[in-house]
């Protein structure tokens, strides 16, 4: 079991948390992992959220049902009505609820541009956070929270037909093992539609007996500390509208991050700037 507050060993692989209380890696993801050594994940978040979680040192999961894309519900909606399968399955698996956030993959700087335009809008302050991956996990595994078990799965992309109907609950499942079933809620959690396929999207996700009206869960006692590489301020064109009012608020953006953690590396996004060689720079204020 991984569980510890300090840094990591260059010697640990993915494959250590194979052992730990708290959190389970899909198969597929710990070997990907593993063989591709340090690995960093981005997330895109409003500067105000990003702010709030490390002022208050946690991590906030949403339900699914609180998201656009309506097929992200649509296996627990499916849950009795797919054939063949036994009534005492689907019962045990309705009673579980599922929390999540979404991070991509770490080819998602291929897609900045595209990400920055999906994320942003006029009025809010919009920032790319660089995840380790490993790190990432140390914090799942020492964080605090209200669930079973927190999982970090990779999307599994399918055509729609897989998506709009799921497939019926294999028969080696053991319906006295709790862990096997929430593993198979996850793996079906975890399908998402082709047409998604460019995000390389990672979940944490946390499962939780009940729940069914609730629309997040916090990780408390979650600690930033060395999971966060570095925070990227969002781009700007100097030939868009509010171009300038856009740049103070960066500036303003940057002092509130020092403000909570002096020690978080900022960069700006070079992407529309001409002028510049690196895809960022570092920004020293």
């Given at each position: 079991?991984?569980?510890?507050?300090?840094?990591?060993?260059?010697?640990?692989?993915?494959?250590?948390?194979?052992?730990?209380?708290?959190?389970?890696?899909?198969?597929?993801?710990?070997?990907?992992?593993?063989?591709?050594?340090?690995?960093?994940?981005?997330?895109?978040?409003?500067?105000?959220?990003?702010?709030?979680?490390?002022?208050?040192?946690?991590?906030?999961?949403?339900?699914?049902?609180?998201?656009?894309?309506?097929?992200?519900?649509?296996?627990?909606?499916?849950?009795?009505?797919?054939?063949?399968?036994?009534?005492?399955?689907?019962?045990?698996?309705?009673?579980?609820?599922?929390?999540?956030?979404?991070?991509?993959?770490?080819?998602?700087?291929?897609?900045?541009?595209?990400?920055?335009?999906?994320?942003?809008?006029?009025?809010e302050s919009l920032v790319?956070?660089?995840?380790?991956?490993?790190?990432?996990?140390?914090?799942?595994?020492?964080?605090?929270?209200?669930?079973?078990?927190?999982?970090?799965?990779?999307?599994?992309?399918?055509?729609?037909?897989?998506?709009?109907?799921?497939?019926?609950?294999?028969?080696?499942?053991?319906?006295?093992?709790?862990?096997?079933?929430?593993?198979?809620?996850?793996?079906?959690?975890?399908?998402?539609?082709?047409?998604?396929?460019?995000?390389?999207?990672?979940?944490?996700?946390?499962?939780?007996?009940?729940?069914?009206?609730?629309?997040?869960?916090?990780?408390?006692?979650?600690?930033?500390?060395?999971?966060?590489?570095?925070?990227?301020?969002?781009?700007?064109?100097?030939?868009?509208?509010?171009?300038?009012?856009?740049?103070?608020r960066n500036i303003l953006?940057?002092?509130?991050?020092?403000?909570?953690n002096s020690n978080m590396?900022?960069?700006?996004?070079?992407?529309?700037?001409?002028?510049?060689?690196?895809?960022?720079?570092?920004?020293?204020?």
């Amino acid at each position: 079991m991984v569980e510890q507050n300090n840094g990591i060993d260059d010697s640990q692989k993915f494959s250590d948390f194979a052992g730990a209380k708290k959190l389970r890696i899909s198969n597929k993801l710990k070997e990907e992992l593993d063989q591709s050594g340090e690995t960093v994940f981005y997330k895109y978040l409003k500067t105000e959220n990003l702010l709030k979680s490390l002022a208050e040192n946690s991590l906030y999961l949403a339900s699914p049902s609180q998201w656009d894309d309506p097929f992200e519900t649509k296996y627990m909606e499916s849950l009795g009505t797919i054939a063949p399968q036994a009534e005492e399955d689907t019962s045990r698996l309705k009673e579980y609820s599922v929390f999540a956030t979404c991070f991509k993959g770490d080819g998602g700087i291929a897609n900045e541009e595209a990400a920055w335009k999906i994320y942003m809008s006029g009025s809010e302050s919009l920032v790319r956070v660089e995840i380790d991956a490993h790190n990432l996990c140390l914090a799942l595994c020492n964080s605090n929270f209200e669930g079973n078990k927190l999982y970090l799965s990779k999307m599994v992309y399918k055509s729609r037909n897989d998506i709009v109907t799921p497939k019926a609950i294999l028969r080696s499942v053991k319906l006295d093992n709790e862990e096997a079933l929430q593993d198979l809620f996850i793996k079906n959690f975890s399908l998402k539609r082709n047409a998604y396929k460019y995000e390389e999207e990672v979940r944490v996700s946390l499962i939780k007996k009940g729940g069914k009206d609730i629309d997040h869960m916090i990780l408390s006692n979650f600690n930033w500390d060395g999971v966060i590489k570095r925070i990227t301020l969002q781009p700007l064109n100097p030939r868009q509208p509010q171009y300038e009012e856009k740049r103070l608020r960066n500036i303003l953006t940057y002092y509130k991050i020092k403000d909570v953690n002096s020690n978080m590396e900022i960069c700006k996004s070079n992407l529309y700037d001409s002028k510049e060689e690196g895809e960022e720079t570092v920004i020293n204020l």
